[in-house]
């Protein structure tokens, strides 16, 4: 009944129908670290200058910069070392003609100063602090090797940020250096969007838990562990809700379960397709509302979208690397989109491609690779048997390379886009 009811449709029309149907999840107020990847859900502003005040880029000596002009190593000019300031301190001892400061990066520039002139441009490099003779015939001394210009190594009050500026916008994903914004003005939460809590459901009766070893015909139920870990690495809170038995009753209990813990998103894995215990139409259709059931693509083209009670639900097929491509195609784009997220595509990369392989149906076809670059190109070569029950093809891949749908058949040396499934550090 269902394949009259509804047509295949392209990859890209489902996730856009999926898209559609997920909303942004609320604002919350989380301390800065649980903010980390998160994206802002307010424009942040500074309360302050940063810096506060004037200060000193360089260790050196806080001086006026007409006092040195035409200093050189065979000419200097001596300066009177009248006090000593560090970062932290501030002083309201004048720099005069013919007297310097010496100062220690961060402090702020005492009055009078006009330029720094660090420590490599002075005598004290050759001599250290310990060496620096402290007394000269009634006090310190420091030779000035180079003229400096005016300003020189002085870092101005408000540079980074000045005060009432909007310095982060809603939006942004924070990363670690957003953190340490937050923290420049003194926030130690910030609100961004509710992570979504997903409610992670496998049916089959073949189905046994992890912890088990599997009797006559039975598997262990891994598809529920690769959701998990997705729901997890992409922000999500995942509801484990174990195994439904390939019956109605048994699948809508589970599915309640998951509504009553507060799932914003329910995933199934299996029971999808058209066999004799394909349950999971039968309890969209009956509690919900099928939006499509098929997509033109292998892995992978049985895959059930619609709501129950208003809360999305994606069925992926059960076949383990089905349900690994599906949640990188589907899922973790609806996860991104719920946490306020807007850019959904991983990066994709043309590769020289280096096998065949046959073409039978107009589907497209998502092929487990190795992506490689040698001398200065990509090369993608299949990680082995791609049928879709080899987990271990999806292991081994760093890339999915994208056979169009109306490619006939790939050759080696022809060129494939590859989409970027983590792309390691490289040395
Ligand atoms: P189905 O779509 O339910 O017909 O399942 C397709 C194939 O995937 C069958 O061989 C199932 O045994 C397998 N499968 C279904 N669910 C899981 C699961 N949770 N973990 C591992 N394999 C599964
Ligand atoms: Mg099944």
Redesign the pocket.
């Given at each position: 009944m269902y394949e009259q009811e509804y047509t295949m449709i392209s990859v890209e029309e489902a996730r856009e129908r999926i898209l559609e149907l997920v909303s942004v999840l609320e604002v919350v107020d989380v301390g800065i670290f649980e903010a980390l990847d998160r994206v802002l859900a307010e424009d942040v502003y500074s309360d302050m200058n940063v810096p506060p005040l004037d200060n000193t880029a360089m260790d050196g000596y806080a001086v006026r910069a007409a006092d040195t002009f035409g200093a050189d190593r065979s000419n200097p000019v001596s300066l009177q070392v009248i006090f000593d300031l560090a970062a932290g301190y501030t002083t309201d001892v004048s720099v005069h003609s013919g007297t310097a400061i010496r100062i220690m990066t961060g402090a702020p520039i005492p009055p009078g100063a006009d330029a720094v002139v660090p420590f490599e441009e002075t005598d004290e490099a050759q001599v250290g602090f310990a060496g620096l003779p402290t007394s000269q015939g009634g006090g310190r001394w420091v030779k000035i090797f180079k003229a400096a210009k005016l300003g020189a190594n002085i870092r101005r009050a408000g540079e980074d940020l000045r005060e009432g500026e909007r310095i982060l916008a809603l939006g942004t994903v924070v990363r670690p250096p957003e953190i340490g914004l937050l923290s420049s003005v003194g926030r130690s939460r910030v609100q961004v969007h509710r992570r979504p809590r997903v409610a992670i459901i496998?049916?089959?009766d073949?189905?046994v838990e992890i912890n088990q070893r599997p009797g006559p015909g039975q598997?262990?139920?891994?598809?529920?562990y690769?959701v998990a870990a997705g729901v997890l690495r992409y922000g999500g809170i995942p509801l484990m809700l174990g195994?439904a038995r390939?019956s109605h009753e048994d699948l809508s209990r589970k599915i309640k379960d998951g509504l009553e813990n507060g799932a914003d998103l329910i995933i199934t894995?299996?029971?999808?397709?058209v066999?004799d215990?394909?349950v999971v139409k039968q309890v969209l259709a009956a509690e919900g509302e099928i939006r499509f059931w098929r997509v033109r693509m292998k892995p992978g083209k049985?895959l059930a979208f619609g709501h129950i009670q208003g809360v999305p639900h994606l069925g992926l097929?059960?076949?383990?690397v089905?349900?690994a491509v599906a949640f990188e195609l589907f899922v973790r784009p609806a996860l991104l989109k719920m946490q306020g997220k807007t850019r959904f595509n991983k990066p994709e990369v043309e590769a020289v491609f280096q096998d065949s392989i046959p073409r039978k149906d107009d589907r497209r076809h998502y092929l487990r690779v190795v992506l490689d670059r040698r001398e200065g190109q990509y090369v993608a070569r299949l990680t082995g048997e791609q049928g879709?029950?080899i987990l271990t093809s999806m292991v081994k891949a760093n890339g999915l390379a994208i056979i169009p749908e109306d490619a006939r058949s790939v050759a080696p040396g022809e060129k494939v886009r590859v989409m970027l499934l983590d792309w390691p550090e490289e040395s």
């Open positions: 496998a049916t089959g073949e189905l598997i262990r139920n891994s598809n529920n690769t195994i390939d894995s299996g029971g999808v397709s066999g215990f394909d049985p097929p059960g076949n383990p089905s349900t879709s029950g």
